[in-house]
């Protein structure tokens, strides 16, 4: 985490300003890698839309603005869309490559703003992980999981991605004093720039009208407890959070350290399983703990 020793400050904003600031946000920016391979994707001879569909599901800048895009395209259906596969058959090839073609690239923005060095790569991954995470641990909880659990995992730190592209100043003054000390990151987000991610996210999910279930995930995902519906997602959600902070795979931009304790004391396991003896809630720990041995290997070869 880099920062210029004469960095200017920026000042702590209000609500209205901060909401302006989102109904402007233009579209977000995705990784360079994704966007690439989705173009490459996109353009070929053959190209099937389970494929396309694998490429989006990595990248939860273009997963919002292709779930925001079919059900604006199509907000006559009596359900939104909440599912990747579908929104690729009902916009088609040709709609798909227009949203690429005005996709701005995280890497190209940070190289031109040169005040925050942010591993965003590390932070794709956590998005990432937590999905696959969050469907494991629906899974151990409810069956059958289906795609809207991973899309709550994909997009519940997408407040820090509209922190970094709305409010860059902001950004890199919280990143600058996260890195260097202890302190929470929603509190140091909360003082500096005047609300955290999870309360920014959720607001640009609401302005930009995605599913309920997303907005709450990014609203509740550190506190599922308060969630008023969907509680059981966003439990997961909670979880594999901490389980991918707590071992350290990825970047979250979150530089507290999550201990195994915090883990197993994590509000979440109460809403998850309010009933269950201690061994049932040990064989699901341990069925989580080796689906993230796994998931180092499993990430390099996405990201
Ligand atoms: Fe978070
Ligand atoms: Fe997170």
Known sequence: MIASSTQHIPDRLDLQEI???????????????????LQGLLFAEQRYSAQISEVIRRDPSLTSRLLRLVNSVYYGLST???????????????QIRQLTMVTPII??????????????????????????????????????????????GLVHDVGKIVMAWSFPEHFSEIHRRASLAAQDLEEIETEVLGIDHSQLGALYLERHKLPDLMVKSARFHHHPERAEGHELIIASVQIA????RSARIGCSGNFAEVTAEQCLQASGWRVLFPNQAAAEQTIARASLHRCLERLPSVLEGLV
Not at 19 to 37: F, H, T, V, Y
Not at 80 to 93: K, M, R, T, W
Request: glycine fraction near 4%; proline fraction near 7%.
């Open 80 to 94: 939104p869309v909440n599912s990747i596969e579908e929104a690729v058959f009902y916009l088609g090839v040709r």
């Open 19 to 37: 909401d302006s600031r989102i109904e402007q946000c233009p579209s977000l920016p995705s990784l360079g890698s994704i966007n690439k391979a």
């Open 241 to 244: 959070d901490l389980l991918m």
């Open 107 to 152: 890497e190209d923005f940070q190289r031109l703003s040169t005040q925050c060095s942010f591993p965003w790569r590390g932070f794709w991954q956590h998005c990432i992980g937590t999905a696959i995470l969050t469907r494991e641990v629906v899974s151990l909880a409810q069956s059958p999981p289906d795609e809207s659990d991973y899309i709550a």
